[in-house]
């Protein structure tokens, strides 16, 4: 990866600070090299046809659960699912910085959450480009909103995802490596007004984790 | 027809791509038309056969008990299925073999699944195939070295058909996990895999240079079963002709394959015209001299120059690192792998043999956090055989096992192990009238132990002998006689040979000297393998110099680049700020000279002066400001990590002291079951540890029970937990529950990005934490009370 493709601006977010100071910034400096070195970014994605249902939607055949990613898809005929992970050597980085520093640690794995945004940005222009639909909806991930986590298996199988790309899940649905993306795009001829943003459905005053989370903290 | 047999043919026909042959529904389980459409599954088999496959895969790839859970299939009876339904489609012509894919999940240090687990589904697959009559195994479209070791063994050691294993590589000529092909075909070779090689990943093209790079460092006979090509992005159709395929083949064979079929795309046409492309061509010979080397499941270590071996990870003489086995401190073993790894050690020991300590059981554990944090290979070092066998089970790689000696019960109990798991192995040159003192006894012990070696099929490249240093100060001829042994061992047998190097100046003064000076003589007498501490003065230099004189060093390139800057650092020394206090060097995350000046500040005050006057304020003045928003949390964690610097040289000196704890408390802190996000956990660790507190530290995807048991048997007053899953907060609340049950007095606190404080009230924890600082402040009270 190219130190140039990430986001600054959404590392500091990540690290919770509006800036450092100039030494722990050359700090983050070399943790970004470091990582843009070790990051292996692989992806996967398919187009696969939408269904709505009386009970839902399916994805390629495959139910998916929860209010939100029904609304995400309203008139959707297709969508894309997707897979991103930057692999393994980026977690090895990680474990190994937290026994030996973990300022760098804290560092890698802001810049780690960043670098997957930007694998996923950069596919998705490549999507966008090669399927010229229109309108796409943000990417929607399980785990925001209804849409469960426990569906996380079931989309990692649909990509085939460990033989493609080496991205696995574990039976409590963590994805291995743990830099690692899923996430569903619908793609439409209409603009898609129910399509949810970022995390959730609702606003973030009401999101239960808003003390906590980076994202609402910006 | 008998494996054997087929293996005398110049060429081995193999099958092509099931899956798209089946033409599957979608959502359609391939293991499952095995018991509901065996007809379906026959009828590709056939087509196979007709194409000239000798060998055909059963549709067997996924059926691992772990993948096939909440299917409704059970896995031995879709395999015993399978390998019926194979055998009668294709006749006694046509081999049919079990085949067994990955499943799906990953194994330490990339992942969680444990090698028992794997192992024991792999088992279940093996033990149904050889019920139904497989006439062998094939293990394929493995990325994970240790996986692929838990299906090889359990193939191994659960039947006595031949097995074959085939991996699968990305461009850059490694699998997924980071396994190179070398380490791949070193470690599978030892493990008594029958042919090796590579299939699917990649079209032919790419693959051929992988099989010319895996033809030189195995004697085995080869594999390839590529793709029809790359896949079209958009359509996920493979573009090669069956023509375009097999005209690749005759390259393949030149290298050396003997094996050849098609991996995803490829049919029955594929097979048939590789058939017909190789007519009337031989394979080409191989070279069979394996180069001598060892591996971790991502890094291979050539032995074609003096390599050091790291000596730290042993309690021998350390009482910081016996205190650490007896605490289960592995944080302990790790921060010292990685100290070795920066130092430039080429492999370490581990050797956790201390009174008090179980091997058995601690090796493995070591082994595992060690290669969390290095690719190093490993030395697994010790006297007790099964816990030498426990941590060769679970090694990802091939490691040096240290050692077997003389004595006809270490030759008959170490050896055997040593061959089945396909390590390296150091011999003592020692027996039962002890340590010989002449140079030519202990040669001959050495050649008698790379003879019982070799009878047991362990190759001569991986014997390494070790002639055994003495204290210089109990005979001047000592040194010379181990110098001697060395010398001979090196040019007449050609082995490795192994000294643990600092064993020299025991007993007398000015020690760095004598190790630097004995290391040069060693080295130039032929020794390969010094075991050493790398950290310590001058050792590296020393090593670094003589591969650069002795011409291991081309253009003196390694040389040059570790000593390119000393010059400028010479000539100016780092100022040192003489009015910095620890207090201040805390404050603003100056690791050095936090221990620097806790060192000093050791001769003058006591440990808990230290903490109590000088770190704790610090650490508070950083906190208030963390909490009134003026410094975040990077500038906390570096002032806390500044603090550890100074903890560890409090926790050496009062080691070396044996003097009272500076620890206000136990506390336990845990990532719960499930769940292995961790870095959130360590942080408040950190800043924990940082008070003062004696944080227990079990890990991530912790049972609960080992949480209580622990609680327990520490008499701990306060358990935090951290989960960042919705999928594991329930592992959470368990650990609670039975908290609440067996240990009620007990504190909790929990934190973690899906926690909020209703929920943490509703899984009764006592307190809900919204980031460290707050697990630190609630720790305060709970102990303070």
Known sequence: ??????????????????????????????????????????????????????????????????????????????????????????????????????????????????????????????????????????????????????????????????????????????????????????????????????????????CPYHETCAHANL | MDFRTLLLNEFVFLDGGMGSMLHLAPGELPERLNLTEPERVAAVHRAYAEAGSQIVYTNTFGANPLKLAGTGVDAAESIRAAVKLAKAAVGEGVCAALDIGPTGQLLPPAGQMTFEAAYDSFRTMCEAGAEAGADLIVIETMSDLLETKAALLAARE??????????????????????????????????????????????????????????????????????????????????????????????????????????????????????????????????????????????????????????????????????????????????????????????????????????????????????????????????????????????????????????????????????????????????????????AERFRIGKKILEHAQKLGIPKEDVFLDCLTLTASTGESGPSETLNAVHRVRTELGLQTVLGVSNISFGLPNRPLINRNFLNMALTNGLTLPIMNPMAEGMMDTVRAYRMLAGFDPNCEKFIAAYQDTGAQNAAPAAQPEHLTLTDAVCRGLRQDAARLTQAALEQHAPLEIVNEMLIPALDAVGADYEAGKVFLPQLIQAATAAQSAFGVIKQHMVSQEGDSADKGKIIVATVQGDVHDIGKNIVRLLLENYGYDVIDLGKDVPPQKIVDTAIANQVKMVGLSALMTTTVGAMAETIKLLHQQYPECKTVVGGAVLTGDYAETIGADCYAKDAKATVDYAKTVFEN
Request: proline letters at 7%; a negative charge.
């Open chain 2, 158 to 439: 659960s039947t006595d058909l031949p097995v074959l294993v085939t991996m699968t590589f990305t461009e850059n000529g490694r699998t997924f996990t980071g396994c190179p092909i070398s380490a791949a075909a070193m470690t599978l070779e030892g493990l008594g895999a029958a042919a090796i090689g590579i299939n699917c990943s990649l079209g032919p093209k790419e693959i051929l240079p992988m099989m010319q790079e895996m033809a030189k460092w195995t004697s085995l006979p080869l594999i390839a079963k590529p793709n029809a090509g790359l896949p079209d992005p958009i359509t996920g159709e493979y573009y090669l002709t069956p023509e375009d395929f097999a005209e690749y083949m005759p390259q393949f064979a030149d290298c050396g394959v003997q094996f050849f079929g098609g991996c995803c795309g490829s049919t029955p046409e594929f097979i048939a015209a590789v058939r017909k492309r190789l007519n009337n061509i031989r394979r080409g010979r191989r070279a069979l001299q394996r180069p001598a080397a060892l591996c971790s499941g991502t890094r291979t270590v050539l032995l074609d120059m003096p390599r050091v071996i790291g000596e730290r990870i042993n309690p021998t003489g350390k009482k910081r690192m016996k205190q650490a086995l007896l605490d289960q401190d592995f944080d302990y073993l790790r921060g010292e792998a990685i100290s070795q790894t920066d130092a430039g050690a080429d492999i370490l020991d581990v050797n956790v043999g201390t009174p008090g300590i179980n091997e058995a059981e601690v090796l493995p554990q070591a082994v595992k956090a060690i290669l969390e944090v290095t690719d190093l290979p490993l030395q697994l070092d010790s006297s007790d055989p099964a816990a030498l066998e426990a941590a060769l089970r679970i090694y990802p790689g091939k490691p040096i096992v240290n050692s077997v000696n003389g004595k006809a019960e270490s030759l008959a109990t170490v050896l055997p192990l040593v061959k089945h798991y396909g390590a390296a192995i150091v011999g003592l040159t020692l027996d039962e009238n002890g340590i010989p003192q002449s140079a």
């Open chain 1, 1 to 206: 990866m190219n130190p140039s493709d990430l986001d600054r601006a959404e590392i500091l977010m990540y690290l919770g600070t509006p800036s450092l100071t100039p030494d722990l910034d050359a700090v983050l400096e070399q943790c970004i090299e470091s990582l843009c070195k070790a990051a292996q970014p692989r992806t996967i994605y398919r187009v696969l046809p939408v269904t709505h249902t009386e009970t839902g939607v399916t994805l390629g055949g495959l139910p998916l659960q929860g209010r939100d990613i029904s609304l995400h898809l309203t008139g959707c005929k297709e969508a894309v699912l997707l897979g991103a992970t930057l692999s393994a050597p980026v977690d090895a980085l990680i474990r190994r910085a937290e026994v030996a520093d973990m300022t760098q640690a804290v560092m890698y794995d802001a810049v780690a959450g960043a670098a997957v945004e930007a694998v996923c940005n950069q596919l998705e222009a490549q999507i966008r480009q090669k399927h010229p639909y229109p309108y796409y909806t943000a990417r929607f991930s399980a785990g925001y909103g209804d849409f469960p986590i426990t569906q996380q298996g079931d989309l990692v199988r649909l990509l085939d995802a460990p033989r493609k790309i080496g991205l696995t899940v574990t039976p409590h649905q963590t994805l291995l490596p743990m830099k690692s993306v899923t996430a569903v795009m619908g793609m439409s001829h209409e603009p898609v007004k129910d399509a949810r943003r970022f995390c959730c459905g609702q606003s973030c005053s009401e």
